[in-house]
């Protein structure tokens, strides 16, 4: 970015203002590791974890239906997704400490929107009588969660987990297991945390909270910590001096190129016609899509097992430590092994999650489905950080991310439709989740087939 008609802007974005990374006494990347991660908690306002709790309260105020309110979401959840990689581009044009303020910002912004949204739809229901008022609502909800849902869970949290890719190269997966970790339990812990707020502020008070925690904290945090990447600061990734970069022997040459191979520093055009891309992105895609339609069909899928709600609520919690514990194991292992076997891998546990979800009737079934997708949300976890960079370089990984994220977001926004409409039509949801292990062999020929 070019502030050199701007001498005070440029002085507040210079990599060493307010302090240079280089005078710490150990690598800077541990702080961008820590405050990355403080970034993606942030976004759960804008993830379904963080909105799910306002659902009840926000359907009393607006007087909308259910069936509409979730209208609006979807519509806003697949409306960002296809403006994210213009997020991505951003994020490689500007940087990573401009564009965290700037979703920060946003979401703080969309948060007092949200806060607001009865008064806007009476406001404009005088203003428009004409309109019905469901019509009104609808459009306000639509708008508030499009720029909720591309502030969030978009822009945010790709650029958090693009930065911390950005700082270490032979480290990444360890780096990002640590990070996982703080993450899942965070997601874990936000409704219960969410609805004490609701239950303290009332659901207008706690959104307006978060937007000052967000809005505020968040922005002066990712100005205060956030770099691009670390060759601005005169540091090398995972803090290895340049000078002792050349007396690697020839064997462990050999073998960081044989662990981590890459393709090349890609454009996003010349990364979409890869089927290394393909073949990630449709396991990420697959994982978001199934996963968030059982999450949303949870109590309706335990029940035509014979499983009362409590019952069925409680898969999460073991499937939720497996997860992390997975999570951990698997980025410190993705730093030793060829990026295709970890893709093969998810796809095999999705598989074997998606068949014991649809027989959860059965004990054995049961478990399976609690490990396979236990251990594929840790595999998945892992590789949303670091497939990208380790495949395609760092020069235009927002722009490829961004691509990334807009199929996973559609995945999960048409996901809890997809196997109601399943389960609606057949009867089941059991031949919903038969339908989406259907994609998994294209992905895993693709991945079969990739260089890496």
């Known amino acids: 970015m070019n502030l050199s008609r701007f001498p005070f802007l440029k002085t507040a974005f210079d990599p060493h203002f307010p302090f ?3 005078r710490f006494p150990f690598f800077y990347g541990w702080i961008i590791a820590v405050f990355t991660t403080v970034g993606t908690l942030f976004s759960i306002p804008g993830q379904t974890a963080g909105v799910s709790v306002f659902t009840d309260p926000v359907i009393a105020a607006t007087g909308l239906s259910r069936v509409q ?21 951003l994020m490689d044009r500007f940087g990573a400490r401009l564009t965290v303020m700037l979703s920060s910002l946003g979401l703080g912004l969309t948060l007092v929107y949200l806060s607001v949204c009865d008064y806007l739809i009476v406001f404009l229901n005088g203003f428009f009588p004409l309109v019905n008022r469901s019509i009104v609502g609808l459009v306000v909800m639509a708008i508030g969660f499009t720029a909720l849902r591309f502030s969030g869970q978009g822009v945010l949290t790709l650029v958090s987990r693009n930065t911390i890719a950005k700082w270490f190269d032979r480290r990444r997966g360890f780096v990002s297991g640590i990070a996982n970790v703080f993450i899942s339990f965070g997601f874990s812990a936000a409704p219960l945390i969410l609805s004490f ?7 207008r008070g706690a959104w307006l909270a978060l937007a000052v925690t967000v809005g505020g904290g968040m922005t002066f945090l990712g100005w205060l910590f956030y770099r ?7 540091l090398t990734m995972d803090g290895k001096l340049p000078k002792t970069l050349p007396q690697e022997t020839s064997e462990e040459a050999s073998q960081t190129e044989e662990t981590v191979a890459k393709i090349g520093e890609l454009t996003a055009k010349e ?6 891309f393909w073949g990630v992105t449709l396991g990420l895609s697959i994982h978001a899509l199934t996963v968030t339609g059982i999450t949303f069909n949870i109590v309706d899928l335990g029940a035509q097992s014979g499983l009362n709600e409590q019952e069925a609520v409680g898969l999460f919690l073991p499937i939720g430590i497996l997860s992390t514990i997975t999570g951990f194991l698997v980025g410190v292992i993705s ?8 893709v093969v891998t998810l796809l095999l546990l999705q598989f074997a999650g998606f068949v014991g979800m649809a027989n959860l009737a059965l004990l054995p079934w049961r478990l399976l489905g609690i490990i396979g997708l236990g251990t594929s949300g840790g595999f998945f976890a892992t590789l949303t950080i670091v497939a990208l960079p380790r495949l395609f370089g760092r020069t235009h990984l927002g722009a490829i991310g961004g691509m990334q994220m807009t199929s996973m977001v559609v995945g999960s ?6 196997l109601a409409l399943f389960k609606d039509t057949f009867g089941s949801y059991q031949s919903g989740l038969y339908a989406c292990c259907l994609f998994l062999p294209i992905a895993l020929i693709l991945t079969l087939l990739s260089r890496e």
């Open 20 to 22: 240079s990374p280089q």
């Open 69 to 89: 309110l979730s209208s609006a979401y979807l519509v806003g959840t697949l409306g960002s997704s296809f403006m994210l990689p213009l997020g991505g581009r």
């Open 335 to 342: 730093d030793r092994v060829r990026l295709k076997w970890l």
């Open 228 to 234: 691009d990447n670390p060759e601005i600061c005169g």
């Open 271 to 276: 990364a979409l016609k890869t089927r290394e």
């Open 197 to 203: 707020w609701i239950d303290g502020f009332g659901w």
């Open 413 to 418: 926004a048409i996901g809890p439709s997809l």
